[in-house]
């Protein structure tokens, strides 16, 4: 039997997981489902690191160094305490996969910041939120994927620490 | 085939020489209801009715035949560290309210830690701790500073490093130190209670935790509110400290003992008020000449009515 091979299929990206995963960020309160993260896929990730520093040129700063730095060693720090917690482990893409797709709060935080000045209490309490946001779902894509119940605050606190400076970095 | 005391292998060694003598003869093993189970640890002595009750839970020699189970990877891989990381959640909140209310008489380690060290709580809490005395160190030096117009704000990220370097060294070598003369006092007088350096790391890591609201609070730019905190501060994870070493000395030579507790609690005084002076500006009192020249104003004015 001849099957088309689907457009997307060739080309390795498969949108509509990409929109699933993006769904699930977006909505930090439902529960994941495990099997999402079962293909590592790095072009949502990319995608979101680039989106960052794009509203941040546009908001004046030139920091791609720093996103990119940043990223690679948080991504390191969280892969390895991962590694520790966990009784399985975690490969270093599925982890750098799932903290760039809840990065995308951090987006939507710096493409306000090009509109107003975030410095400020409305600018503080706004990135608080989004931290928290950002952390949350991180660790519940995490626990949901390794079997971690009971762990999901010890998890999100570190990525809480990494967003806190993607924030700092967006604020000031 | 001496018999030991406590270790009743008599029965058992009847059985297996009987069985070497003949190996096909059936044997019959009943148990007495008195029986007591092998015991791994010292020999009881006086002591031991005061730790049971500081044990807190008479399963301990369950846990201590399965901590004796437990590293057998070697140590470069991640493996080997898992045993360490493997707590939940409320089990880490549970040791961070144990080390904010020390009660006289509960031990931290045997009530919270019972041979499940972890390293997750003390390497948060100290880089929590090292980052809210960096930025509680900036902001408050900020805001003093605030109304003065030759003062130019900077920032200072080095504080952060040595901010780091200070806390963790602390927080390792502190308890290196003091596992190694516990061990080396140990050899010279039998102690009941030892622990290990896993278990020393917890505590002091836990009991690092109180400074974290303390750092701040630092922030409030009055001297004596800030001195005030620190006594606080040190009275509960100083006595936290001193509750769970406690036991481990007081076998000792009492002087040794004394010693030993005194030098702990003064170690975290210098931790403390260290920091207190080098990440935090004294607030300074300028606000004294203004108000020293205001009744001079009005005797003049009384004086010339």
Not at chain 1, 16 to 21: E, G, M, R
Not at chain 1, 81 to 107: D, E, I, K, Q, T
Not at chain 2, 67 to 75: D, E, Y
Request: include cysteine; charged fraction near 15%; hydrophobic fraction near 50%.
């Amino acid at each position: 039997m001849f099957v088309w091979g689907e457009p997307e299929g060739e080309l390795g990206i498969n949108f509509d997981h990409i929109w699933q995963k993006t769904l699930t960020v977006l909505n930090p309160l439902k529960p994941a489902d495990g099997s999402i993260m079962n293909e590592t896929d790095l072009a949502g990730p990319i995608l979101f690191c680039v989106a960052l520093g794009a509203t941040l040129l546009l908001a004046g700063k030139v920091q791609f160094g720093y996103i990119y730095g940043m990223s690679a060693i948080g991504c390191l720090g969280i892969y390895a305490l991962l590694n520790l917690m966990s009784s399985s482990g975690v490969s270093y893409g599925c982890v750098a996969s799932v903290l760039g797709y809840c990065l995308l709060p951090m987006v939507i935080l710096s493409s306000g910041a090009v509109f107003f000045s975030l410095q400020g209490t409305i600018g503080t309490v706004l990135a608080l939120v989004i931290i928290v946001w950002c952390s949350l779902s991180a660790s519940k894509i995490f626990i949901s994927a390794l079997d971690m119940e009971g762990q999901q605050l010890l998890i999100a606190y570190p990525c809480a620490l990494l967003y806190g400076l993607f924030a700092l970095l967006t604020v000031f | 085939m001496a018999a030991v005391d406590d270790l009743q292998f008599e029965e058992f060694g009847d059985v297996a020489t009987s069985l070497a003598a003949n190996p096909d003869a059936t044997t019959i093993n009943i148990e007495g209801p008195g029986e007591t189970p092998k015991r791994l640890g010292p020999p009881r002595g006086s002591g031991r009715e005061e730790d049971d009750e500081l044990l807190g839970n008479d399963d301990s020699d369950k846990t201590e035949l399965l901590a004796g189970q437990k590293k057998s990877s070697p140590f470069w891989t991640f493996e080997y560290y898992q045993t360490f990381f493997d707590v939940d959640t409320y089990q880490v909140f549970d040791r961070i309210k144990g080390s904010l209310l020390p009660i006289p008489g509960k031990n931290f380690v045997r009530l919270y830690i019972r041979s499940n060290p972890d390293l997750y709580g003390p390497f948060w809490i100290c880089a929590t701790l090292v980052f809210a005395i960096a930025i509680s160190g900036n902001l408050s030096n900020f805001l003093i500073h605030l109304g003065e117009k030759t003062y130019h704000y900077v920032p200072e990220f080095r504080k952060v490093s040595i901010a780091a370097t200070i806390i963790y060294a602390y927080a390792w070598l502190v308890p290196f130190a003091l596992w190694g003369f516990l061990l080396w006092r140990n050899s010279k007088v039998m102690n009941i209670v030892s622990y290990s350096f896993l278990e020393i790391v917890c505590v002091y890591g836990y009991s690092l935790f109180i400074y974290i609201p303390t750092a701040i609070l630092w922030i409030i730019p009055q001297k004596a509110v800030r001195w005030i905190l620190v006594m606080m501060a040190l009275g509960i994870s100083g006595s936290v400290l001193a509750m769970t070493f406690w036991p481990a000395v007081r076998e000792d030579n009492r002087r040794v003992a004394l010693a030993t507790i005194v030098t702990i609690v003064l170690l975290h005084t210098l931790l403390s008020v260290g920091c207190l002076a080098y990440f935090f500006d004294a607030p300074e009192v300028d606000h004294l000449p203004t108000t020293a020249v205001v009744p001079n104003q009005t005797v003049v004015a009384a004086k010339s009515s």
